[in-house]
């Protein structure tokens, strides 16, 4: 009736650069939201009767972007882009060359 799925091992390369592909889509949707819990985590603590800088992950996302537009909610995401693309191709090749192994 349809296409019989063949299960056809993968390219080593096609792995490694989906894998590295991925690696970056998870820093590019998730290094928003760790910047915003560090800049929660540091700020000043708040003198006596006064409100502190950031009141919820909400607000402090809004000043961020106010003060330094939408590309400051990506400030520093070279440093994990450079670390984390290499980790994730590597384990993609890992895994489906130790599938062939299996």
């Known amino acids: 009736m349809g296409e019989e799925a063949t299960n056809k091992p993968t390219s080593g390369v096609v792995s490694f650069v989906t894998g590295g592909f991925g690696g970056m889509c998870l820093v590019a949707t998730g290094h928003p939201l760790d910047l ?3 800049n929660m ?3 000043p603590k708040p ?3 006064q409100p502190p800088m950031y009141s919820n992950a909400i607000d402090c996302a809004r ?3 106010a003060k330094d537009g939408f590309r400051g909610l990506y400030r520093g995401m070279s440093a994990p ?3 984390v693309t290499p980790i994730f191709a590597t384990c993609f090749w ?3 060359m130790g ?3 299996a």
């Open 99 to 101: 599938k062939l192994i």
């Open 47 to 49: 003198e006596p009767g």
């Open 94 to 96: 890992g895994y489906d």
């Open 81 to 83: 882009l450079v670390g």
């Open 63 to 65: 000043k961020m972007v």
């Open 36 to 38: 915003i819990k560090v």
């Open 41 to 43: 985590q540091t700020q």
